[in-house]
């Protein structure tokens, strides 16, 4: 029982990086709070839900269609509508506000309110020293490594990640080292609404969707942001995974709901006594 | 008095005597209840606004809601005190958990004291729904007894068995808690906070306690959230934790932005109506949230301080027309 | 005092003191320390070590808004206004500690408290007369000119009446026209028996208004002394002409 809780915890950690390195991509990248989010990662799901079992394709080359068209909604967003509220704090909360309730209406009137099933692209389990693992949350975990795995190397290996990274720490600088600052910021977009939507349709795999999916993905990702400092990969590496590991003990030792309240907890005192994250700067 | 404000007052007066006999000519029990929940939506954005005047934006509001709206039918229900008593022990209750926690949360600063007065609402919402003993947990409350009688012999006999009893005791909660709220932030006090709100570190070298006057403006406008869950909870003589979201937090926002957060007035306008949105979109309620969302939009792309600075944004619009006459 | 952030010292053993009635000019490079050490003595940041001591009592570790009831008021090196207030609103907000303000009569508006506003309107009034703002009282900060924006900086600090002024840059970005007249207004607040320590980078106006200067780099103390003595120190001089700078 241990073991599968633990296992359910690697999990979540591997799901919440995803949500909060597409975020931190917005955030820092874009220069959006972008509190529409968790409805990408809804979208994600959905998108999986019409390819796989309505239109009938495999799991992963919807998957794949998902994530690709998410990271195009996500273009077109950005590109017009969200690029005006830039530097916008006030602007930005409320033009995302008003995205969430436009997406999750909509997903309500093409789908439903009724919870949608994706069934499982992989059964069975594991068995390794004793321990039962299921196949299911383990191909999650390789296939968030493996995309995450993907992003660093963009980010650290090419040009183009090296410019992202120039424009999140000065935009104007960058611009004036002739990085092309609009195009980046479509990109990091892409990318960024490409991880969300890759949590989501992982997550919908296992468990039910719903419209309102969504809320849950924001607080853990800007959870983990929190934890492991804005602006910092390292850092929502590392809180994703004590997110999720804090979460997937304590529901084992006590209950699901103790662990949504622990969690919180700890975040509350993180903004409280170290506001900057485990790895953020002051 | 000059003509203007002459006019001024009549209007006004004609409005409040409007307001205090209109139920002699509306009892349905519809839209009493709709104008009763406008003034329970007047209290929550007004008294957001309130603190956003001390350069807060506070996502606690619900949080600070729940809390009044169960401190009073816990009170009423578990240890037999009268409504009127537990009714403000309830906004106290908020007021007070608020100071508490207003101390190291005021020392965020923006995004920040945001972030966390979200979690706290989460927290809270959590913790009524885990604690059963309490709060009932998920189920709730129900059952919550409306406010006992008043009864003065030959004068008065208000039950609150209909709508119409609710609706003054809104209406007196409403005006009420917008004069105090008006009286504080046309004072010094008000002042200080909008002064804080422009620069906390100027206001700091000048002597001003910036940190405590948060704290206070925190403090003031969660007593009124306390207050409106008090009144919601008997009113509605259920509740539930599902009823105190984020998402009520954000509604509350979405009012106090939309009617204008720079004015007295504007969250109540914003209340007034994104209150009667839903209401008349009975016909299509799949679609409610894309007439918010529309709303929402039209306010941040063309009226960014919201609809009460329309007056003045046609002004300057009309003016720039005739100049070029 | 010195003060470390992370590794690097901004100020380091700094030992100085200014008496009562004098006008003292803080100068050096830039980064040499001179706004950290306004920071310091006005409790917006704490020393690593050190005191801070001001009319024989220790303050160090307390908050600003405490200092500054204690009578030590800061001005800041970029311009800091309450930016929606109009240039008259401005003073009568930060004439906070002086308008003995009582929250209840203040609430309910009583004749007293209207009294004490009254009163505290007045003041402001006489302030933005001293500075010589009057004709933009109700002008919004918004659209004033760069000079007076400093000028009202001055003019905010005054209204929580101090007995030490710490000045933090009051001319930078002024046209000639408008230093002459910001000097005058710093001679004339010295007038009155305030206590003036002044951080300047223009040199002709700080030699000329200061008595006494101490000069600052890499956060020590390399010399003080009247303006002559400081204008013909060799270290002072190496100081400054190692970053290029000079006199404006």
Sequence with gaps: MLEQNLLNGLMSGWIYILVALGLTLVLSIVGIVQLAHGEIYMIGAYLVYY???????????????????????????????????????????????????????????????????????????????????????????????????????????????????????????????????????????????????????????????????????????????????????????????????????????LSVQMASIIGLLVIILILLFRPQGLLGHE | ???????????????????????????????????????????????????????????????????????????????????????????????????????????????????????????????????????????????????????????????????????????????????????????????TFLSIQQSDLLAESVGVNSTGFRVLAFSIGCFFAGLDGAFYSHYLSAIAPGSFGFLLSIYAFIYMVVGGRRKFSGPIIGAIILTLIPELSRGFKEYEPFVFAGILLLVILLLREGVVSLPERLNKIIKRRFSHA | MTKYFGGLAAVNGLDFDVSRGELVGLIGPNGAGKTTVFNLITGFIWPSKGKVIFKGKDITGQKPHLIAKTGIVRTFQATTLFSHFSVLQNIVAACYLKSEVNFWGAIFHTSNSLKKEEGVLRRAFEIVRFVGLEAFKDHPTRGLPHGYK???????????????????????????????????????????????????????????????????????????????????????????????????
């Design chain 1, 51 to 253: 390819f796989c079992v309505i239109a009938g394709f495999r799991f992963f080359p919807s998957l794949l269609i998902s994530i690709f068209c998410a990271g195009l909604l996500g273009i077109f967003l950005e590109r017009f509508f969200l690029r005006a509220f830039r530097d916008d704090v006030e602007g930005a909360i409320i033009s995302t506000i008003a995205l969430i309730l436009i997406l999750q209406t909509a997903i309500v009137a093409i789908a439903g309110v009724g919870y949608k099933n994706i069934p499982s692209p992989i059964q069975g389990v594991l068995i390794v020293l004793g321990a039962r693992l299921s196949w299911e949350r383990l191909m999650t975990i390789l296939v968030s490594i493996a995309l995450v795995s993907a992003l660093l190397i963009f980010i650290n290996k090419t040009r183009m990640g090296q410019a992202m990274v120039a424009v999140s720490e000065d935009r104007e600088a960058a611009a004036l080292q002739g990085i092309n600052v609009d195009r980046i910021s479509s990109i990091a977009m892409f990318l960024g609404c490409s991880l969300a939507a890759a949590a989501g349709a992982l997550t919908g795999a296992i468990f039910d969707l719903t419209p309102f999916m969504g809320g849950f993905a924001l607080m853990k990702g800007i959870a983990v942001i929190i934890l492991g400092g804005l602006g910092s990969i390292p850092g929502a590496i590392i809180g994703g995974l004590i997110l999720g590991l804090v979460d997937g003990l304590v529901t084992a030792l």
């Design chain 2, 1 to 191: 008095m000059s003509k203007k404000k002459l006019l001024k007052l009549l209007s006004y007066s004609f409005l409040t005597l409007v307001i205090f006999l209109l139920p002699l000519f509306i009892r349905q029990p519809y839209i009493l209840h709709v104008l009763i929940m406008m003034g329970v939506n007047i209290i929550l954005a007004s008294s957001l606004r309130f603190i956003a005047t001390s350069g807060q934006f506070s996502l606690a509001h619900a949080g600070m809601v729940s809390i009044g709206a169960y401190a009073s039918p816990l009170l009423v229900m578990k240890q037999g005190f009268s409504f009127w008593v537990t009714f403000p022990i309830a906004g106290a209750t908020s007021m007070i958990i608020a100071c508490l926690i207003g101390y190291p949360f005021a020392r965020l600063k923006g995004i920040y004291f945001t972030m966390v007065t979200l979690f706290l609402t989460e927290f809270i919402k959590l913790i009524a729904e885990q604690w059963r003993g309490l709060t009932g947990g998920v189920y709730g409350i129900t059952g919550i007894p409306r406010p006992n009688a008043i009864i003065i012999p030959e004068l008065l006999n208000v039950s609150f068995s209909s709508k119409v009893d609710f609706y003054y005791l809104a209406l007196i909660m409403v005006i009420v808690t917008l004069l105090i709220l008006y009286a504080i932030e046309s004072s010094r006090i008000g002042m």
């Design chain 3, 150 to 248: 400093r000028i009202l900086g001055i003019a905010v600090s005054l209204a929580a009446d101090p007995q030490l002024l710490l000045l933090d840059e009051p001319l930078s970005g002024m046209n000639a026209e408008e230093v002459d007249r910001a000097v005058t207004l710093i001679r004339r607040i010295w007038e009155r028996g305030t206590t003036i320590l002044l951080i300047e980078h223009n040199m002709r106006a700080a030699m000329n208004l200061c008595h006494r200067i101490i000069v600052l780099e890499m956060g020590r103390k390399i010399t003080e002394g009247t303006p002559e003595e400081v204008k013909a120190n060799k270290e002072v001089i190496k100081a400054y002409l190692g970053t290029g700078r000079h006199d404006t």
